[in-house]
């Protein structure tokens, strides 16, 4: 373990941290908000006085000393770094507890978008802007965007990509690990300012716009309303939001690989296709499920259904209606989408569509191999033919993060919590949603949780975004010893 590099390169991601802080430290002072200025001033002197003490004990980044166990050390350590930098603001500006601080930072960098304020009416807009980037930031990963920015780091740049990005397989559209990741942060820029010009085009305010643009892409579903989409009322703006939030939910990389090679591959992809065609069923489902139960009519009960089951699908967590009065029917449906996310390779969160994919098409053929001894079946996705690895190391995250599920939901009813709102909050969190049923519902936030509750929601947070295997391995002690192969 080359403990050198590892503070070397996590140096400079805290100078990039506090040069981040510096823009909504700009806005505060603009807006005329000392206490928010201040706050944000404190904070990028913290990072950067923590980058430089990191950098000091840093040396020379070589392309060879980055190996795998590097890579797993520097993602996890800087997400956590970070997050602790972006706690920052709320702490020192007094708007929140330290507990409730980090919550809203490791919610806002996961892209999970689950509040711990009670009320944001009473925040500065400064504040309001920085939850936003958080979530913009932490959408496609602070490591993409820190390797698009800053030199690549030879064959290590690979490992950093693995650790961080989202689903079994790390796919490359561009040779060079680091034209890769600019390609991917392009995109990710095109597709905000398109969202945000759209948006005010509806009747957003230029704030609003920017704010949501940054949420909506992200899949993250911070608001500057406390009742969210609902505040707008706008069937306008919520089709607007939910075309967006179903292209987020689509991998990035199939979008790098589009812009070079045709936009057919987008329908190709086995996956986005399988993810849009169950939003359409749950869609039709809901909404059929609505208008008996409910008696909404028919464009009132589509356009709900529609949005919420992007917004959740998408695992964005954005609100139009209170969907925690709706039927049990609709709201399984819902769960079972906050539990399945969205594509890998997207700013989505949950298990992903494509490991679903794949496991419905491993059962099958081993239930053809059942019935005919001699059949040699293989899984295929997008025409390929996956190795057995992949379809190991599959199945050892399916079997995790159920796992994974049940006990963080066991931690929240020990400490309280009614059963069915523990395994909303447990399924949300890991799957980086945000808002549930019960106790942390559509109307509701996370601010109700108590302590203990609301520290479970945070780990869980943290280990749905880095999809587990990343945060245990670095908590193994094996992990940091000198010696040791990897």
Not at 293 to 322: I, N
Not at 342 to 355: E, M
Not at 401 to 425: C, H, K, P, Q, T
């Amino acid at each position: 373990m080359n403990l050198g590099i590892i503070a070397e390169i996590l140096g400079n991601l805290a100078y990039s941290v506090s040069l981040v802080l510096s823009l909504p430290l700009a806005y505060a002072i603009y807006q005329e908000e000392p206490g928010a200025a201040a706050a944000f001033f404190f904070a990028a002197m913290i990072s950067l006085v923590g980058g430089a003490a990191l950098k000091q004990r840093g040396q020379l980044v070589r392309d060879e000393d980055i190996e795998m166990r590097e890579g797993v050390a520097i993602t996890g350590s800087g997400w956590f770094m970070v997050s602790l930098f972006s706690l920052l603001p709320y702490l020192l500006g007094g708007y929140l507890s330290p507990l409730d601080s980090l919550a809203e930072s490791v919610s806002g960098l996961s892209g999970t978008g689950a509040t711990f304020i009670p009320n944001l009416d009473v925040l500065p807009r400064s504040l309001l802007l920085w939850r936003s980037l958080t979530n913009w930031i932490g959408g496609i990963g602070i490591i993409v965007i820190f390797m698009a920015l800053l030199p690549q780091f030879g064959r290590g740049a690979m490992f950093l990509l693995r650790a961080e990005t989202t689903g079994p397989m790390v796919e490359r559209q561009r040779p060079r690990i680091r034209d890769n990741a600019i390609a991917l942060f392009s995109i990710y820029i095109v597709y905000t300012v398109i969202c945000m010009i759209g948006y005010r085009l509806l009747g957003m305010s230029g704030y609003d716009a920017l704010n949501h643009a940054f949420t909506t892409i992200a899949t993250g579903g911070f608001s500057t309303w406390n009742n969210s989409f609902i505040h707008f009322n706008s069937p306008a703006i919520e089709a607007w939001a939910g075309l967006w939030m179903l292209l987020s939910s689509g991998s990035f990389g199939m979008y790098v690989l589009a812009v070079h090679t045709g936009w057919r591959v987008v329908w190709r992809s086995t996956e986005y296709r399988a993810f849009l065609l169950l939003f359409a069923i749950a869609t039709v489902l809901i909404g059929l499920d609505l208008m008996t139960e409910m008696d909404f009519s028919f464009g009132a009960a589509f356009r709900y259904a529609a949005f919420q089951t992007a917004s959740l699908g998408s695992t964005t967590g954005f609100v139009s209606y209170d969907f925690d009065t709706w039927p049990s029917f609709s709201k399984s449906v819902l769960l079972l989408l906050m539990f399945m996310g969205g594509c890998a390779g997207s700013t989505s969160g949950g298990f992903k569509i494509l490991r679903f994919v794949v496991m419905l098409r491993l059962v099958k053929t081993l239930v053809w191999q059942k019935l005919h001894p001699k059949f040699v079946g293989y899984v295929t996705v997008n025409g390929v033919h996956l190795p057995p690895q992949i379809l190991f190391n599959i199945a050892r995250h399916f079997f995790v993060y159920v796992m994974m599920d049940v006990l963080f939901a066991f931690f929240l009813i020990f400490d309280g919590i009614r059963m069915i709102d523990a395994v909303s909050v447990s399924i949300s969190t890991m799957a980086s949603v945000g808002p549930g049923f019960g106790i942390a519902g559509a109307t509701s936030t996370y601010a109700m949780l108590p302590t203990f509750s609301k520290a479970v929601a945070c780990v869980s947070m943290f280990f749905g975004r880095l999809e587990i295997f990343t945060v245990l391995a670095i908590l193994t002690p094996d992990f940091w010893r000198k010696g040791k192969s990897w």
